[in-house]
């Protein structure tokens, strides 16, 4: 997102979350404290049937079998939450997708209302 100060220069505002939420948890059915966390894709497995599939077509003489996808339409991706329930007898983990945007900060600073711009 792009906004103007007043002497009319971009700068860019990012997304500011802070990293606990005090949110309803299904498992404890009332409202708890949760740790936020960003959603971070694990690592793929050398075991999937689609990857020893496609290591099997690509071993040997032949080249590059399989189309490499080269149109990327989206500059950003959609930014989702990891919330994990504190009751330590509870430990209950849910996302939450939240919009798409550039910066996304976790535990940021607060902005104050009427303070001066600082580059």
């Given at each position: 997102?792009?906004?103007?100060?007043?002497?009319?220069?971009?700068?860019?505002?990012?997304?500011?979350?802070?990293?606990?939420?005090?949110?309803?948890?299904?498992?404890?059915?009332?409202?708890q404290?949760?740790?936020?966390?960003?959603?971070?894709?694990?690592?793929?497995?050398?075991?999937?049937?689609?990857?020893?599939?496609?290591?099997?077509?690509?071993?040997?003489?032949?080249?590059?079998?399989?189309?490499?996808?080269?149109?990327?339409?989206?500059?950003?991706?959609?930014?989702?939450?990891?919330?994990?329930?504190?009751?330590?007898?509870?430990?209950?983990?849910?996302?939450?997708?939240?919009?798409?945007?550039?910066?996304?900060?976790?535990?940021?600073?607060?902005?104050?209302?009427g303070?001066?711009?600082?580059?």
């Amino acid at each position: 997102m792009q906004r103007y100060c007043n002497d009319n220069v971009p700068y860019y505002c990012p997304v500011n979350v802070p990293k606990t939420r005090r949110t309803y948890c299904k498992k404890c059915k009332r409202h708890q404290l949760h740790k936020v966390t960003q959603y971070k894709k694990g690592k793929d497995s050398l075991y999937a049937q689609g990857k020893r599939r496609y290591d099997r077509k690509q071993s040997g003489y032949g080249g590059q079998t399989k189309p490499i996808f080269r149109k990327k339409a989206k500059t950003t991706k959609k930014i989702v939450l990891r919330l994990e329930c504190v009751e330590p007898n509870c430990r209950a983990k849910r996302m939450v997708p939240i919009k798409r945007c550039k910066h996304f900060e976790l535990g940021g600073d607060k902005k104050r209302k009427g303070q001066v711009i600082q580059f």
